[in-house]
């Protein structure tokens, strides 16, 4: 079978992928894809654990950041839609009222 | 090199993939379609490792709904492609050192962790499903219900953002 620890290096770059697409990108849309590409990260390694130490308590939690990310990905749209409304763009370089 | 390992390594290369291609692309609708191959091969990946109904909730909630509210907000917004403009300072300077700190620092821990986790192996044993649902049905039961509340709160958080001032 594949050790566990493959499953976590791999976790590992998925989230780091996912800073380095949060970082990098302007267009606010897909800053949020990138967070939820570091929610699936972590899930990785959730599952990982669970089946590897034979609890299914990581699997549970992994539902719960599964609602979580939905509840983020509906919110996440309203914003995104109210501030290309008032801005008329989705380059967070705009949206820079608190900038000093 | 035994089956599983091979499939574990077709789909980690797709989920760095499709990974990569999401910073490369320059359309939002691209990074779209790239998240939704990892969410894909993630969800194979936990079909090998014997979490079927994590599978199964991962093709329907984030390959299904999530991706389709991305695809749909693009798609409202008619958002095309992104415009460039110069990298922040800040994101220049501290942002690059960090992301690869972060990576050293994951790649560290995962590599001291002997005992812990290089130990463990990989069963292979199919998750039951009914242990699933007694544990989130009865030992989880309040977040659980709690998550109801939260699902309640965001849609009346989207709706609330969403509407017009003078509607």
Do not use: W
């Not at chain 1, 309203?78 to 967070?92: D, E, F, K, P």
């Not at chain 2, 922040?88 to 002997?114: D, E, T, Y």
């Not at chain 2, 709690?146 to 003078?166: D, M, Y």
């Amino acid at each position: 079978m594949v050790p566990t620890h493959y499953y976590v290096i791999l976790s590992a770059i998925l989230f780091g992928l996912g800073v380095v697409a949060f970082i990098f990108r302007r267009n606010i849309i897909t800053i949020f894809m990138s967070i939820e590409l570091m929610l699936n990260a972590v899930n990785l390694a959730f599952v990982a654990f669970s089946q590897a130490l034979n609890k299914l308590d990581g699997q549970v939690f992994v539902l719960f950041v599964i609602v979580v990310a939905a509840a983020e990905a509906a919110v996440g749209r309203g914003i995104i839609i109210v501030i290309a409304r008032n801005r008329q763009s989705l380059n967070v370089e705009r949206v820079d009222l608190l900038k000093l | 090199m035994n089956a599983p390992l091979i499939i574990f390594f077709v789909l980690a290369a797709m989920c760095v993939t499709g990974a990569i291609s999401l910073i490369l692309q320059r359309h939002p609708i691209h990074s779209a379609l790239s998240l939704i191959v990892v969410m894909v091969a993630l969800a194979g990946l936990y079909l090998l490792m014997g979490a079927e109904f994590v599978a199964a909730v991962q093709i329907i909630v984030y390959g299904g709904a999530i991706m389709v509210l991305f695809i749909f907000v693009i798609m409202l917004l008619n958002a095309g492609v992104e415009e460039r403009t110069n990298l922040s300072k800040l994101a220049g300077f501290a942002g690059i050192p960090l992301g690869v700190a972060l990576m050293g620092f994951l790649a560290a821990a995962v590599a001291r962790s002997q005992d812990v986790v290089q130990a463990a192996t990989q069963t292979g044993a199919t998750a039951p499903t009914k242990a699933l649902a007694h544990l989130l049905f009865q030992d989880f039961v309040y977040p659980f219900e709690l998550t109801s509340f939260l699902i309640l709160i965001a849609i009346l958080g989207a709706i609330v953002l969403a509407q017009r001032e003078n509607a």
